[in-house]
């Protein structure tokens, strides 16, 4: 990946060298023997070419002196006049404020999820994100893919740790590696688990080959959206009112109801607890359609003589009133 130029640095070269010439010039001006102050107004009167007339006599060396200074120094400001007049030509100092502003909202998210890679895949897990109420941060090195970028984003190379630590690395709930090539999202894997042993990692696969290497590296989940792309092909084949259904409750957004997953708490009302005996589908209206155990196995259609243990995750559907009741049961001491 290519490095990101910094707009900025011909800014401090010309600023360097301009500080350097009117030090020279004012040292050199005391050893022909004028006073501090006379000094360095001999030195900037003749860099800036302003033309008075010298605070005292000069010998010819004094004169020397201040022809080389003049061809030095008026170089060196002309460069740094045109160095600063690019950056506000440009628009540099307005991208500053804007890189600013995007770090000082960085900064303010807890809980946001960082998405590396700003490309078809990385586009789609943003969109669908930010329509469940999620904070989102994209990193990428190009920038003309990121101009375009709704969200708050980083520019530079996903692998760097100095750039997940922008993107916000030690507050984020989820990384998603969402890059091109493998071995990238292999190397973000594993830079983000070592930075944050218990941030969650979806990680992308190209290659079947990759999966399992991305899942030692610390991936908690591995996705090929080739397979899933052939997986959901074949399913409008064989159940295309079921794919239909279920891509509108989780993707859509046109119906009222909507499939959510609910962590039991160990205070929660719900421990120890049957299904029927909390008679959740009355209370709340939501229906508990599974219940993952925390071994990680499913129980589907749960009977109402089903205990509910804590570290459960409840799946049910429901509007989104019914959904926050279910939480509040799920949740609360």
Known sequence: MGQVRDPFRRVRIGLGALTLVLVVGTVGYLLFGFSLLDALYQTVITVTTVGFNSPRSVGAGSKVFTIILILVGVGTA??????VLEVLIEGHMRDL??????ER??????????????????????????????????????????????YASVRGDATDDEILHQAGID?????????????????VTMAGKSMRPDLQIIA????????????????????????????????????????????????????KFRLEELAVAVDSPLTGSTLG??????RTGALVLAIRRPDGGFVTNPSPGHTIEAGDVLIGVGTAEQLSALAEFAMRP
């Open 78 to 83: 002309l460069y740094t006049f045109s160095a």
């Open 97 to 102: 404020v804007r890189r600013r502003k995007m």
């Open 105 to 150: 909202d960085i900064a303010r998210m807890d809980r946001h999820v960082i998405v590396c890679g700003w490309g078809r895949v990385g586009r789609e897990v943003a969109q669908f994100l930010t329509n469940a109420g999620r904070d989102v941060v994209v990193i990428d090195h190009d920038l003309e893919r990121l101009s375009g970028v709704p």
């Open 171 to 187: 507050r984020a709930a989820t990384l998603v590696a969402a890059l091109d090539a493998d071995a990238d999202n292999l190397y």
């Open 204 to 255: 992308r696969a190209r290659n079947e080959s990759s999966e399992s290497k991305l899942v030692r590296a610390g991936a908690d989940r591995v996705v090929n959206p080739q397979q899933l792309g052939g997986a959901r092909m074949a399913s409008f084949v064989t159940h295309p009112h079921v794919v239909d259904f279920v891509d509108v409750v989780m993707h859509d957004g046109t119906l």
């Open 277 to 282: 005996s909390m008679q959740l589908r009355d």
